[in-house]
């Protein structure tokens, strides 16, 4: 390596220089793999999800568990509000890259969005299958010393604290993870939900589902709340492209409240 020569440093990917052109790639490899030669065409796009984030491939279950979430929690619909961001910058005529960034902010936050399936992520890493401890934690949640980026929780995470009973979909994403997971905490919570839910004095949500299928991956806290957001940003697009064909004239939202008025104001 020549003296003062600038490398980038990573685990997850290698590029070899193409002869002629040192600045294009002849070859990548993803923690080892030829992508273009061994991945491509032979590797699902969950089986190379998985590859980026853990530096290994997963097993034919795991894969399946990944795939399953990700089905079930691609399209939150109109009701998410980081879906609902997406419509308003795809009706308003916003840019593509706006819309899904409008749905990222959204989605990013402690209510059914990615940093409460964080919060939920690390209640698994501290309470394990401990029912006892579950109990505790949602009815004496843990504060945090000082307030940062995030305010505290009002609610406890994976739990919803508008419902009045576990959503269909919620049990149904439960069952089938649960019955095709390699680890337990998905299977335990689908047994011990009526239990959890009485402590959180509300019913689980899907981002309780998702921090549990996440544990069962192995995937740690940070690893979860990225895979959370970018799981979910295919419905954000598909609504956002929507709205941009049907306009702003049928969008049901603030429509009656926008008057125009061709006189100057002073």
């Known amino acids: 390596m020549s003296e003062g020569r600038e490398v980038i440093h990573s685990r997850i990917w290698e590029e070899v220089a193409a002869p002629d052109n040192p600045f294009v790639a002849a070859a990548c490899y993803c923690s080892g793999y030829d992508v273009y030669g061994?991945?491509?065409?032979?590797?699902?796009?969950?089986?190379?999800?998985?590859?980026?984030?853990?530096?290994?491939?997963?097993?034919?279950?795991?894969?399946?568990?990944?795939?399953?979430?990700?089905?079930?929690?691609?399209?939150?619909?109109?009701?998410?509000?980081?879906?609902?961001?997406?419509?308003?910058?795809?009706?308003?005529?916003?840019?593509?890259?706006?819309?899904?960034?409008a749905a990222l902010a959204v989605g990013a936050g402690q209510l059914n969005g990615a940093h409460e399936v964080a919060s939920a992520m690390a209640s698994w890493q501290e309470c394990g299958r401990n029912l006892m401890a579950w109990q505790e934690r949602l009815q004496h949640p843990p504060q945090e010393e000082r307030a940062d980026v995030w305010l505290p929780l009002e609610h406890p995470p994976g739990f919803d604290p508008h419902g009045a009973s576990c959503a269909m979909p919620v049990q149904q994403t439960l069952a089938f993870l649960a019955k095709n997971s390699p680890g337990e905490a998905l299977s335990w919570l689908q047994t011990h939900r009526p239990e959890l839910e009485t402590a959180a004095n509300c019913p689980l949500a899907m981002t309780g589902v998702a921090a549990a299928a996440m544990s069962d991956l192995d995937f740690n806290i940070q690893q979860g709340e990225m895979l959370y957001l970018l799981l979910r940003l295919p419905g954000a697009a598909a609504h956002a492209l929507e709205q941009q064909v049907y306009g702003w004239r049928r969008y049901p939202f603030f429509r009656n409240g926008l008057e125009l008025s061709d006189e100057p104001q002073g």
């Open 38 to 101: 061994d991945l491509l065409g032979k590797a699902s796009w969950i089986e190379y999800l998985y590859l980026l984030l853990k530096q290994e491939r997963p097993s034919p279950k795991e894969a399946r568990l990944l795939e399953g979430l990700a089905v079930a929690i691609a399209n939150p619909g109109p009701r998410d509000h980081s879906i609902r961001a997406a419509m308003c910058a795809g009706v308003g005529g916003s840019t593509s890259a706006s819309s899904l960034m």
